[in-house]
């Protein structure tokens, strides 16, 4: 824990906006789950006794996948595939958008205090928002209307957007607060890139971005997704009331 203190004075500045980014996720998946409900004519609680039970064992599920992480021959060895999120989508299809947030807040928090971090936070931030970029989209879509149809395409939604959001935050803000963090010049992490995918181009951080990122949430997206659609149902009834004798 010293540690993790230690990290969190040295890097102030990126925790907070780190914070920001997660209290701005937060209050939007409680105004989508809200509006969710009302469609459907529901009132439930956002939170609950056994709601909150799941979302720590769900969390903490993912949190013990994300410490299996994997490399891909395709990118530079700092970046690793995992597969955390497919507890999460299971959990956020069972209890909505906020609890995805709250897992993938919660998935952070426990690997924080347990590993600590490596990259000054840049890379917990990568993963927490670009989780949510896959969860909440597809949660918000099965929240309108749960049916096997909804979840495919929410699966699809989700798949997408952290694709497409996953590769612009890379190239727009994470890779350069990692460049300047670690005084590590952007050519240099491109030509990392280089080193190992032949469509990276010489100061391309676009095609970097698209040769190595794009591909890694796209295969991850859809590992998730198909594992949460095999999984889900069969566990439904169980997830949401419990064992029944």
Not at 42 to 58: D, W, Y
Not at 125 to 138: E, R
Not at 197 to 208: A, D
Request: aromatic share 12%; with cysteine; charged share 15%.
């Amino acid at each position: 824990m010293n540690g993790l203190w230690n990290s969190v004075t040295e890097n102030l500045l990126f925790v907070l906006e780190f914070l920001a980014v997660i209290a701005a996720l937060f209050l939007a998946a409680a105004l989508l789950e809200k509006a969710a409900q009302k469609k459907r004519g529901m009132k439930e609680p956002l939170f609950g006794t056994r709601k909150m039970a799941m979302i720590g064992m769900f969390s903490a599920l993912a949190m013990i996948l994300m410490l299996f992480e994997f490399p891909v021959p395709f990118a530079p060895p700092f970046y690793e595939l995992d597969f955390s999120e497919i507890p999460i989508l299971i959990g956020t299809f069972a209890f909505g958008p906020l609890a995805g947030v709250m897992m993938e807040f919660l998935k952070i928090l426990l690997k924080l205090c347990i590993k600590g971090t490596s990259t000054a936070f840049v890379g917990d931030l990568a993963n927490f928002a670009v989780g949510c970029s896959f969860i909440l989209p597809a949660s918000v879509v099965y929240a309108f209307r749960k049916n096997r149809k909804s979840a495919v395409i929410a699966c699809v939604t989700g798949t997408l957007v952290m694709t497409v959001f996953g590769t612009a935050f890379n190239a727009v803000y994470l890779l350069p607060a990692f460049s300047e963090m670690y005084g590590l010049p952007l050519g240099q992490i491109i030509k990392m890139g280089q080193d190992v995918n032949p469509m990276v181009q010489e100061g391309s951080i676009v095609s970097f971005v698209a040769a190595c990122v794009a591909p890694m949430n796209l295969i991850k997206g859809t590992c998730a997704s198909v594992a949460a659609m095999l999984i889900y149902k069969p566990l439904s009834p169980m997830i949401k009331n419990g064992i029944r004798k």
